[in-house]
């Protein structure tokens, strides 16, 4: 992540992590509001599982619809729809992720999945890095404090 002009944006992805928390909490309204709707006992338990479902389903959402460069404003739509559906969309889109996400790494040639491996090897290094720095980091600051 970095920070420009008092934005967050994470890096790989390239979005702003205020659309993220934003898509987040109107997917969890979503889930909110199914849970008030339900004419089923409610509960403490039911109402965390509800918004944290809904949350998760406006995230998911929101990362496709923000792939597909919709409008920020129907990306959010979109995100409190998908919260209000909840578990019922992700039990219906999980199975089409999955086939989506096989049948792409199926297509790819050998050249395409030695690029994607190499990639891969880089970000994982470069995460391993980031976080040997942090410990250095802190190490050093500990030694200050001695």
Known sequence: MRAANNRLYIEEAGIELTDILTAM???GMGGLVRWLRRRRRKNLG??????????FTGLLSHLLTDWL?????????ISGAAGYSGGILLDAI???????????TADM?????LQFNQHKARRESESNN???KSSDEDEAKDADTD
């Open 46 to 55: 039911t109402f965390f599982a509800a918004v944290i479902t809904a949350a």
């Open 25 to 27: 909490g109107i997917a």
């Open 109 to 113: 040639s050998g050249t395409e999945r």
């Open 69 to 77: 460069a919709l409008d920020t404003h129907l990306q959010y739509a």
């Open 130 to 132: 980031k976080s040997e």
């Open 94 to 104: 999980a199975p089409m992720l999955v086939h989506l996400v096989h049948s792409k």
